[in-house]
């Protein structure tokens, strides 16, 4: 495989295939923890992780794996990584944990990482793997990013927690609350179509 | 390229067997690695919550901790002696079920005769940016709480006739919070203060 189908491979999850915005895939945690930046990229990071680690494996062991039990095995797989993530973020980061906790176990129904487990891990080798995994983990982990970062200007008037003082009072609560998750994917997701037309006319 | 497993009986069980007890082995690796860890955590996390709701004590709270009886229920206490021994503040790990999703958790420091010292809010599911105005890194809202004693002050919020007047827009939480304070210092006053010989 040459150079820039690699490259391609890493970028494609950043806009042109971005699990989130383009692909609609994993909304329960896009929706659920991106009520603050640094929560959405602590989820990002914690399912990039699962992501580049299942996919690692699942490709190792694709041909060793009978295709009637493909399913359980890569989600046993996948939930061993998440198991991992969970023991470890409580022990070593107790802060994000108490903040993430309750949508870390979550990730082993995440469609997004299944998803590329089934359609590319299972079919690819392990480098083409650990790229698209890396690849779809990053902007899984920015539109998280931006959801959350959208959410925290217009809900709580700051961003990674740094007060802008842009409100003279909290801030829009409803972007914090459930109704603003919608209300802001839904902008984002138009502006990403948007450049996503673009960018195929050129 | 090698090719695929076929499916039989015997190779699909016997590779779902495989990758079932490699990852339960890996499983209880890392849970053995990181135990302790959790452990210092959840104990760091409870030593910190101690020291904000009891004045500076020199014993070790969480060793000496005990279980007191609560409405047919059991909470956790903990006291905070000073140096020659004596008792100079009581936390108790207090909770309610009238929050406004789930039940939260509070940890209330109380001085022996009864005055709130301090309280903070441990563990809860309420709604960002309302009810978790509760919690102290949020506002100063629970201090309020503070100097009170709940046997002359009323600490029910202000639309219930109390002392305490409610966050904005989430009564309910704040409601729950004097429920979880009330339920400590009941506790307090049948369980451990006769005890105490104070």
């Known amino acids: 495989m040459s150079n820039t189908n690699k490259l391609s491979i890493l970028t494609k999850g950043f806009l042109k295939e971005n699990a989130v915005f383009v692909m609609l895939l994993g909304m329960c945690p896009a929706l659920g923890t991106t009520t603050s930046a640094v929560n959405g990229m602590g989820m990002g990071l914690a399912t990039m992780f699962v992501l580049v680690m299942s996919n690692i494996v699942v490709s190792l062991i694709k041909n060793l794996i009978p295709d009637k039990v493909r399913i359980p095995s890569y989600i046993v797989i996948i939930a061993t990584f998440v198991t991992i993530v969970d023991l470890s973020m409580h022990a070593y980061i107790p802060s994000l944990y108490k903040a993430l906790g309750l949508f870390i176990p979550l990730i082993v129904v995440n469609c997004v990482v299944l998803g590329r ?3 590319f891990a299972s079919k ?19 539109a998280l990013v931006i959801l959350g970062g959208v959410r925290e200007i217009l809900g709580s008037g700051s961003i990674f ?8 009072g909290d801030g829009m609560l409803v972007f914090v609350l459930a109704p603003g998750a919608f209300i802001a994917l839904g902008y984002i997701i138009a502006i990403t179509n948007k450049i996503n037309k673009k960018f195929q006319k050129a | 390229m090698a090719t695929k497993m076929k499916s039989t009986i015997l190779s699909m069980s016997l590779v779902l067997l495989v990758i079932a007890s490699l990852s339960s082995g890996l499983l209880a690796y890392v ?4 135990k302790d860890a959790i452990d210092l955590a959840n104990k760091q996390k409870k030593i910190e919550a101690l020291t904000q709701v009891m004045p500076e004590f020199y014993n070790s709270p969480i060793d000496e901790a005990y279980k007191i009886a609560s409405d047919g229920d059991s909470l956790n206490c903990y006291l905070g002696k000073d140096a020659n021994g004596e008792v100079i503040g009581i936390a108790i790990e207090t909770y309610t079920d009238k929050a406004f999703s789930g039940k939260f958790t509070v940890m209330v420091g109380l001085q022996p005769d009864g005055v709130i010292y301090n309280t903070i809010m441990l563990e809860h599911q309420e709604t960002p940016g309302l009810g978790d105005k509760a919690e102290k890194n949020k506002s100063d809202w629970s201090n309020q709480y503070n100097g009170k004693n709940p046997s002359t002050n009323n600490i029910a919020v202000t639309k219930d006739g109390g002392e305490i007047d409610g966050i904005t827009a989430a009564t309910i939480s704040s409601r729950a919070y004097s429920d979880a304070v009330q339920r400590a210092y009941n506790a307090y006053m049948n369980e451990v203060k006769p005890n105490l010989g104070l």
């Not at chain 1, 080798?125 to 890396?134: A, K």
């Not at chain 1, 927690?161 to 003279?168: A, R, S």
């Open chain 1, 117 to 119: 487990a089934e359609a």
């Open chain 1, 124 to 142: 690819n080798n392990v480098l083409d793997s650990i790229l698209d995994g890396l690849g779809m983990g990053l902007g899984f982990t920015l």
């Open chain 1, 161 to 168: 927690g740094i007060d802008l003082h842009i409100f003279p």
């Open chain 2, 31 to 34: 849970y053995s690695l990181t």
